[in-house]
């Protein structure tokens, strides 16, 4: 088993950030792949972001990409979302989640095996 807490969520002005944290417990954080996905009001949960166990690689949904860091502190046992130029359409429930399968982080969410509770980012306009 392998527990997340998710934090660092809020409210945030447009072209404004935020830092989301992910601090997991459990199975041995550092041997696998893990995830940001979101799921705003109405719409399904969607991939934002994944890095392999070791951090070497990143994946990332178009709509984030270059505005969004994904990074991991193995020592830590915690995955961070560095989110900058945030805009509206970016407020979500944002999870944490645990893909075991192997190196890659996949982007469906099947790929993953435990998730934490959601943290809600709200972004004005």
């Known amino acids: 088993q392998v527990q997340l807490v998710e934090s660092g969520g809020g409210l945030v002005q447009a072209g404004g950030s935020l830092r989301l944290s992910c601090a997991a417990s459990?199975?041995?954080?550092?041997?696998?792949?893990m995830g940001w996905f979101r799921q705003a009001p109405g719409k399904e949960r969607e991939f934002v972001t994944g890095?392999?166990?070791?951090?070497?690689?990143?994946r990332y949904a178009d709509s984030v990409k270059g505005r969004f860091t994904i990074s991991r502190d193995n020592a830590k046992n915690t995955v961070y979302l560095q989110m900058n130029s945030l805009k509206p359409e970016d407020t979500a429930v944002f999870y944490c989640?645990?893909?075991?399968?192997?190196?890659?982080?996949?982007?469906?969410?099947?790929?993953?095996?435990?998730w934490g509770q959601g943290t809600q980012v709200t972004v004005s306009s």
């Open positions: 890095i392999s166990w070791n951090g070497g690689s990143t």
């Open positions: 989640a645990v893909d075991s399968r192997g190196y890659l982080p996949g982007t469906a969410r099947a790929s993953y095996d435990y």
């Open positions: 459990g199975r041995t954080f550092r041997n696998y792949a």
